[in-house]
């Protein structure tokens, strides 16, 4: 599970960067995107790991 929410929280921050580089990194519309980006990646993750796992 920790590596899940790093590879998430990695993959969400370069999200961010690269789409929203012009907004204020502490604004909480920017804050608000993260943390969603965030738990779509974890969903897909753990979902990809439960799919491996019951091969």
């Known amino acids: 599970m920790k590596?899940?929410?790093s590879i998430a929280?990695?993959?969400a921050e370069l999200f961010i960067k690269k789409h929203?580089?012009?907004l204020n990194d502490?604004?909480?519309v920017v804050r608000a995107m993260r943390n969603s980006v965030?738990?779509?990646i974890t969903?897909?993750?753990e979902a990809y790991d439960?799919?491996?796992v019951k091969q």
């Open 3 to 5: 590596r899940i929410e």
């Open 43 to 45: 969903r897909a993750l």
């Open 20 to 22: 929203f580089s012009n």
């Open 50 to 52: 439960m799919a491996r």
């Open 9 to 11: 929280d990695f993959n």
């Open 38 to 40: 965030k738990e779509t």
């Open 26 to 28: 502490k604004d909480n």
